[in-house]
């Protein structure tokens, strides 16, 4: 979809520049009139597309600040942040990536946020700007990667999401969603009969699904009517609350005890590495772990752990 910029317009004024050239060439032996002519109408033709692009955009945008403040939400029209840790296609791909018209809010008790991920992709007639509607309703834990596609899916997104195809016991559920995970004993604790019952109504057609980091989200390439945002949203906050919590428990542990021990780490730390500096900012390096590493093989051998250098009562 073209979407009204700085940019784009540049680059649309030099393909027309070089249209008009073209075109004035090839017809200049015939009329120079026809020329002038070609380039009126393209001139035209171009600006009235443009017009109408820019309108369609201002009234989308409006669409959802009224959307935002009718919900109690809050709209950005662009954010620095809200993708951030996503790396399955659509994100990760592509050049000059940015994430617009964001809106979030709260929505059956879950943070929720809806927002247009871009970006260039390159092809053999140059840039082509991509965009797709994401929804996202915000998980209890950070999750591994689990993709959820239509089978009828583009056959390159779904080679660009990656993972291995896990088959289930349900036939129409596997004719109808192709799933994709990083370990097939993970995917099946996920994708529980409950949620391949909720997956299976018709509501949830069009999109693809993802669980990865902190969401439960849908994705398209084309934009989500304001009207069908509740919809949406309702369908994903049922498949956040099937899925099984047991799994959710131990994310939070495994990454509880992940925290502590980065924490353990950093007061470890000697103290030139935790302080502001021209090589740290302030913020801890990781240039402790090693000694942390030997100081916790010495404790479990019940050694005596060596002096610091820097203790004034080593050598005493």
Not at 285 to 306: C, F, I, K, S
Request: net charge neutral; proline share 4%.
């Amino acid at each position: 979809m073209f979407r009204l910029s700085a940019r784009n317009v540049a680059a649309s004024a030099v393909a027309l520049l070089g249209l008009v050239f073209a075109v004035v060439r090839m017809l200049a032996w015939r009329s120079f009139l026809w020329g002038v002519f070609a380039l009126i109408v393209i001139s035209i033709a171009l600006a009235a597309y443009w017009v109408v692009t820019f309108i369609q955009q201002d009234r989308h945008r409006g669409e959802l600040r009224a959307l935002a403040a009718r919900l109690g939400w809050t709209y950005a029209e662009r954010s620095l942040t809200v993708g951030s840790g996503l790396t399955s296609y659509p994100f990760g791909h592509g050049t000059e990536r940015e994430d617009v018209d964001v809106i979030s809010g709260v929505f059956q008790g879950r943070r929720c946020v809806q927002f247009t991920h871009a970006f260039a992709e390159r092809s053999e007639d140059g840039d082509v700007r991509q965009e797709f509607q994401i929804t996202a309703v915000e998980l209890g834990a950070r999750y591994p990667t689990v993709d959820v596609l239509p089978d009828d899916l583009l056959a390159k997104a779904a080679k660009l999401v990656g993972g291995m195809d896990v088959n289930f016991e349900s036939a129409a559920f596997n004719r109808r969603w192709r799933v994709k995970g990083p370990d097939a004993r993970y995917v099946h604790d996920m994708i529980t009969p409950r949620v391949m019952d909720r997956l299976l109504k018709d509501d949830a057609t069009g999109f693809a699904v993802r669980i990865e980091g902190p969401y439960v989200f849908a994705w398209r390439a084309d934009r989500l009517p304001t009207e069908k945002l509740a919809a949406m949203l309702g369908l994903l906050t049922s498949v956040a609350n099937a899925l099984p919590p047991h799994v959710e428990r131990a994310l939070r542990e495994a990454q509880a005890a992940e925290d502590a021990d980065r924490a353990a780490r950093e007061a470890a730390a000697p103290e030139w590495a935790r302080k502001p500096g021209a090589l740290t900012s302030g913020h801890y390096t990781a240039l402790g772990a090693q000694e942390w590493a030997e100081q916790e093989q010495e404790r479990a051998r019940g050694g005596h752990l060596p002096s610091s250098p820097a203790d004034p009562d080593a050598d005493r």
